[in-house]
T-cell receptor
Framework: QQPVQSPQAVILREGEDAVINCSSS?????VHWYRQKHGEAPVFLMI?????EQKGHEKISASFNEKKQQSSLYLTASQLSYSGTYFC?????????FGTGTSLTVIP | NAGVTQTPKFQVLKTGQSMTLQCAQD?????MYWYRQDPGMGLRLIYY???????DKGEVPNGYNVSRLNKREFSLRLESAAPSQTSVYFC?????????????FGQGTRLTVV
């Protein structure tokens, strides 16, 4: 039930781009993305809804392929503040499951 | 705005002891959740409450009980703590079902069972 994320970890230099993927074995109505900094609570970034509606962040974008049951998070021109662990979340059977996370580190 | 408030922030228990983790939200949200976070395993749902007066089991409910005391408060109880329950616990709330609305998380409770 838990969505699978890839990669598990990535290191970027400031200004570089990154893509984080999330896939599910279940049909999806929506996908959430959250970011968690070390020692802090996860913070909502965006929701992608079936049908294409997207709600969330200004500088981070994402795609949602309903047929493939996949979502990708795109971080462009990364900043030091982007460092953290990124989680996708999906709903299945009235429960909500988070992926295992992708650790992203941006270095100067 | 306080958002979601959890207490305590840190706790050390001995095996077999009991304790209650408290969670309160001031956003008038209907749904509340308890997750645990362990290294490499992401966030796993323990229990959730879709609305006041209802609670349901999540992925990993064994060893835990919950109470939705009112619309604001959702507590998690460990009746007889075990070392396997050492984890960081997060409470979250959402306006409606997480299918369409975002979750807001508390700051977490770091629990160690020795």
């Amino acid at each position: 039930q838990q969505p699978v994320q890839s990669p598990q970890a990535v290191i970027l230099r400031e200004g570089e781009d990154a893509v984080i993927n999330c896939s599910s074995s279940k049909a999806l109505y929506s996908v959430h993305w959250y970011r968690q900094k070390h020692g802090e609570a996860p913070v909502f970034l965006m929701i992608l809804l079936k049908g294409g509606e997207q709600k969330g962040h200004e500088k981070i974008s994402a795609s949602f392929n309903e047929k493939k049951q996949q979502s990708s998070l795109y971080l462009t021109a990364s900043q030091l503040s982007y460092s953290g662990t990124y989680f996708c979340g999906t709903e299945a059977g009235n429960q909500f499951y988070f992926g295992t996370g992708t650790s992203l580190t941006v270095i100067p | 705005n306080a958002g979601v408030t959890q207490t305590p922030k840190f706790q050390v228990l001995k095996t077999g002891q009991s304790m209650t983790l408290q969670c309160a939200q001031d956003m008038n949200h209907n749904s509340m959740y308890w997750y645990r976070q362990d290294p490499g395993m992401g966030l796993r749902l323990i229990y959730y409450s879709a609305s006041e007066g209802t609670t349901d089991k999540g992925e990993v409910p064994n060893g835990y009980n919950v109470s939705r005391l009112n619309k604001r408060e959702f507590s998690l109880r460990l009746e007889s703590a075990a070392p396997s329950q050492t984890s960081v616990y997060f409470c979250a709330s959402s306006k409606g079902q997480l299918e369409t609305t975002e979750a807001f998380f508390g700051q977490g409770t770091r629990l160690t069972v020795v």
